[in-house]
């Protein structure tokens, strides 16, 4: 019988767990240095796809938790990518 395991748990948690510290880190809400916080951030994501993928692999683990969260971290991953790419359009100008 198939069922959800610890993998499609955990990896549901920090896809979930990403953009919500993100904004916090933006707004000021969460106070450490920002590179410390992008840092977690990106390693939420990407610790999120592997646990995705790992428990797409599985065959005893039912596979639609796993593929929503593995589409839920690909938009965190490119949200994130495109506001650190928007933040650095503000060089300088002379």
């Given amino acids: 019988m198939k069922k959800f395991s610890w993998l499609s ?3 549901l948690i920090l896809s979930i767990f990403s953009m919500p510290f993100l904004f916090a880190l933006i707004y000021g809400i969460i106070r ?5 916080g992008y840092f977690l951030v990106s390693l939420s ?20 938790l796993a593929t929503l969260t593995i589409i839920i971290s690909i938009g965190s991953g490119a949200f994130f990518i495109f506001a650190l790419l928007m933040s650095q359009m503000s060089g300088p100008t002379g």
């Fill in 9 to 11: 748990y955990w990896s």
């Fill in 32 to 36: 450490i240095h920002p590179y410390f």
């Fill in 45 to 64: 994501i990407i610790l999120s796809l592997i646990f995705g993928f790992m428990a797409i692999s599985k065959s005893m683990e039912r596979n639609s």
